[in-house]
Structures are given as C-alpha cells and as structure tokens.
C-alpha cells in the first residue's frame, strides 16, 4: 500500500507542528513543536484551553499581590501561559518545545538573556529539562549575540524571523542550536514586489532555505536547519530532506491525506561536493548585508512587529479575563 507525504517526509525529516492547539499535537504526533504569541492566542481563546488560562491569570494575580494593575499581571501570565501550553506539549510529544522571549527585546541583547534564563528557570520550577526547551529568539544582530551566550550555558536557542543568509551565518558562527528560515514569508514578499507567482524548486522561500541548508552541511555547521511558514505543500516536498520543517496542522493533514511518490531533494551527502565559498560575517559585514537585502530587512522588521502586535493583544485579552475573573468573584472573598 502507498504511503502518504507524510510518512515519506518523516523517513527524511523530523516534523514539527506549528501551532499552540494540544488536540491538534495529539491528533499529528510531531516530534518537536513551536509557538508563538499569535498561536499561544488563539488557543488561548478556545473554550477547552480557559482552565489553563485562568489558572495562569490566578497564579499570577496572587504572586504579585491584590494591588498589582491588570496590566503587569496579564505581563506576567503571558510568559507563564508560554510555560503551561509548553509542558501540556511536552507531555505529548516527545522531543522539545520552542517558547519565545518578547519579540520587543529582539534589539536587547542583555533583556534577551535575562528573559531566556527566566523561562528555563520557570520550565526548571515544573521539572522540565533545559534539555527538551528552545528558546526562541528573532535574528537580529543582538539576538545572536544573546544566543551565543544562552549556548555557552546551556540553554539551548531558536533563531527564528530569518530571512537572509548573513543572519543564517552569523546564527551558525555563534554556535546556535537550531535557525528556522521562514518560506512563506519570503514568498509573500517577492509575490508582491514581482507581481508573478512562484512555484516548487522556483520557490524564493524554497531556494532561501535550500541555500542556508547546504551552507551549513558544507561547511560542517552543528546547527540544524528548521524551514517555516509554508504557504502549500508544495513548498514542503520541495524540502524534504531539510533537518526539521514546522508545519501548521491544515497542511499536516493536507500531506497526510496525499498519496504520491516523494523523492529526498535536500542531502548532506551531496551539499558536502557543492562548490561555494566561505562568508565571514562580523557586524560590518552583518549590517552591509542586511541593508542591502530589501526582503530580509523588510520582513525581519514586519515579522518583530507582528509578534510584538500580538503580544500587545494578548495581554490586552488576558487583562479582558482577569478583570471578569475578579467580578465573578464572591464579594465576600
């Protein structure tokens, strides 16, 4: 009997699902899985999640006494909202969970690690080993910065929002476990400033990982290689054979329920002959890349507000909650 796409990509790849939704993750059974604020929201937002989220906002309303504001206490449960969703994950899979630092500290390098080591602490405080946690971080110049630091201590990191080789480079040159260049991103944006449409190996988003994948494989990088953002399945059969691709559960069932032959297209066998050369990227060479990139520089600014937007959001919602939570409360209490 033929196997479906996704049984074939998982003889190739580990696959991860993109998307805070538990009963998604016990329906797909991926190895790894990630969040972000968006997706932490939406779930957040589900009736069968409300127990976690008001026990969170409980929590921290308590830790931080009857006179804190809602809005430091919606600050405070977000990043254990981050800590719940990740261990009721981790219960289910059996690999890591990437939880994300603020993405309005991505130009912070000292904020960055200081709220890294406080996530691991948190994940520590539930018996959670640094071991099955990424900490995801945008790869910005300070980012990475932050990121070779949290490495040397051994808190493993995710550098995501990456659009551009150099900060591909520069993520592999610091020593960081995992980078996860973002495919449909890239897409959207050649879409609109080309006015075509893209398809397979011709993929903008497709060769952007393609080229960080065999970079890294040639060169002999530890770093693994995470494709994101896929906008069809077609993108993804286009890296099968990539370390890792996140993938949102509409397109996990979309590859589930494909029959089709699925040739490997990424190997490091084969990466490893390529001829290409060797780019040192300090923060001169970093920031000249960077500015002369147009599409990396766009959307690594439009991705750290995106992120940053739905964190504004959802504590906006978790504040809406707790003061609900404080009017349903016995007058008495």
């Known amino acids: 009997m033929p196997q479906n796409l996704l049984e074939q990509l998982r003889r190739y790849t580990t696959v991860v699902a993109d998307t805070g939704d ?17 997706l932490i929201t939406a779930a957040a ?28 206490v919606a600050n405070l449960a977000f990043q254990r909202l981050a800590i719940a969703f990740g261990k009721k994950i981790l219960a ?22 200081a709220q890294a080591r406080n996530i691991i602490k948190m994940y520590d405080h539930e018996g959670i080993s640094r071991q099955r ?12 910065r ?37 495919v449909g991103r890239i897409l959207d944006w050649y879409k609109k400033d080309t006015g075509k449409d893209f398809h397979g190996a011709d993929d903008p988003g497709v060769q952007s990982v393609t080229r960080v994948y065999n970079y890294f494989k040639h060169f002999g990088y530890k770093t693994v290689v995470m494709g994101a953002s896929f906008r069809n399945i077609g993108e993804i059969t286009e890296l099968a054979g990539c370390d890792l691709l996140t993938i949102s559960p509409q397109l996990l069932g979309e590859l589930e329920s494909t029959q089709g032959e699925l040739p490997r297209k990424l190997d490091p066998e084969k990466a490893k002959s390529m001829q290409m050369e060797r780019i040192t990227v300090d923060k001169a060479t970093f920031d000249a890349m960077h500015a002369k990139d147009r599409m990396a520089k766009d959307k690594l600014k439009e991705g750290i507000e995106g992120f940053s937007a739905a964190l504004v959001n959802l504590e906006k919602l978790l504040a809406k909650r707790l003061a609900e939570l404080e009017q349903r409360a016995p007058a008495a209490a």
């Open 22 to 38: 538990i009963e998604a993750m016990e329906k797909f059974r991926p190895q790894d899985a990630t969040t972000n604020p968006s």
């Open 45 to 72: 937002q589900m009736p069968q999640y409300q127990p976690i989220v008001d026990g969170v906002l409980t929590g921290a309303k308590k830790e931080l006494g009857e006179s804190a504001n809602d809005k430091d």
């Open 92 to 113: 289910i899979i059996p690999g890591r969970v990437s939880t994300e630092v603020d993405a309005r500290l991505s130009f912070d390098t000292q904020a960055t690690i």
């Open 133 to 144: 946690v990424l900490i995801k971080i945008a790869s910005t110049w300070e980012g990475i």
């Open 146 to 182: 932050a990121a070779e630091v949290l490495e040397k201590e051994g808190i493993h990191c995710n550098l995501t929002l990456l659009f551009g080789i150099h900060q591909a480079i520069a993520a592999a040159d610091a020593g960081v476990t995992l980078v996860s260049p973002f």
